[in-house]
């Protein structure tokens, strides 16, 4: 096990975590849908063709800032297009925003589950789909005219693994590391927004080169999926929100960052729910507006008990 506050099987959480969206979101099935949507191809893989799918309204020309969505599954399963996302995606498009949803590549499907002191299946998995969100971004870019992407204005977004995609994408972005050299030098998203994320690190603590984007971090102080804080082993780890508010505000980085006590990986689906006039307003202060704001919301309610179980077939694992 990986020594620290508290330990987080790899192997369980990664078998684990391609249920949790289900199990912690449940279905939302808006029944008055007034956007377009409109899907892409934007690369093509050893696996099959990869989409996006282009969430708006009025005409697609329109150019309008965008919000890139992934997905969450483990990295084993998830759709780009699940109705899990309706409410989320309505209420970005309602105010103003494209949505892009994004598929990519599921790198632990059919594979081997990481364990504690083998994690190269994990990092390849995210290493994957970072240079799948890499490419839909590129085939933005290159069709932005076209699909009325505001190119200054890309926002990333995530849940679960999605999140750890999104932190990912922005993390590289910001180092300028061999996997986003695919994009142009000069660009950088303008946001990330996660939802119970983490950043897997085989360096030490995550450090950026330059600033990270403004960052929105949603996480349940009990996950036992997602790390709240940390899981380390020498010079490799994984960190969650926790810890990279704690980076960001040492550093000098804008951030928000939510922790709902005493729940779990269910804060990978809620905020897209309970917390959507506090994301719009992150996106209008800290992206549109450029301040510079570091807070901390500590939220509890006493009404409110975890759904997330984990089965007892796992347990013994």
């Known amino acids: 096990m990986m020594p620290n506050n508290k330990v987080y099987p790899l192997s369980l959480l990664f078998l684990t975590l391609l249920i949790s969206s289900l199990s912690s979101i449940g279905q ?25 799918d282009i969430y708006y309204n009025g005409k697609i020309t329109e150019t309008k800032p965008t919000v890139l969505f992934v997905f969450g599954g483990g990295f084993v399963m998830g759709h780009r297009d699940s109705k899990l996302f309706d ?18 590549r599921l790198g632990l499907k059919g594979k081997k589950f990481p364990s504690p002191f083998n994690t190269s ?25 076209e699909l009325g992407i505001d190119t200054a204005m890309i926002i990333l977004s995530g849940s679960s693994a999605g999140a750890i995609t999104a932190l990912h994408t922005d993390y590289n972005k910001r ?60 010079n490799r780890g994984f960190f969650g929100s926790r810890y990279l508010a704690r980076t960001f505000k040492k550093s000098g980085y804008p ?30 202060n800290y992206i549109t507006k450029h301040k510079r704001y570091f807070m901390e919301v500590d939220f509890k309610d006493a009404d409110k008990k975890p759904t997330f179980s984990i089965p007892p077939a796992l347990k013994k694992r």
Do not use: C
């Open 175 to 234: 180092n300028a590391t061999a996997l986003s050299a695919k994009l142009p030098q000069h660009f950088q998203y303008k946001g990330v927004i996660s939802f119970a994320g983490a950043i897997l690190s085989y360096h030490g603590a995550p450090k950026y080169a330059m600033p990270p984007a403004p960052t929105m971090l949603f996480h349940g102080t009990a996950d036992k999926l997602v790390p709240y804080n940390k899981v380390r082993l020498l």
């Open 28 to 52: 939302i099935v808006l029944k008055d849908k007034k956007f377009h949507v409109d899907t892409k191809i934007f690369s093509q893989t050893d696996s099959g063709a990869l989409k996006l």
């Open 255 to 284: 951030y928000y960052f939510q922790y709902v006590q005493g729940m779990g990986h269910e804060i990978a689906g809620s905020p897209m729910v309970e917390n959507l006039p506090d994301i719009l307003w992150f996106i209008d």
């Open 121 to 145: 299946n994990l990092k390849a998995a995210i290493d994957t789909a970072t240079a799948d969100v890499f490419d839909a971004t590129a085939y933005l870019l290159k069709n932005a005219k």
């Open 87 to 104: 409410q989320y995606f309505n209420t970005l498009i309602g105010h103003g925003y494209k949505v892009v949803s994004v598929d990519y």
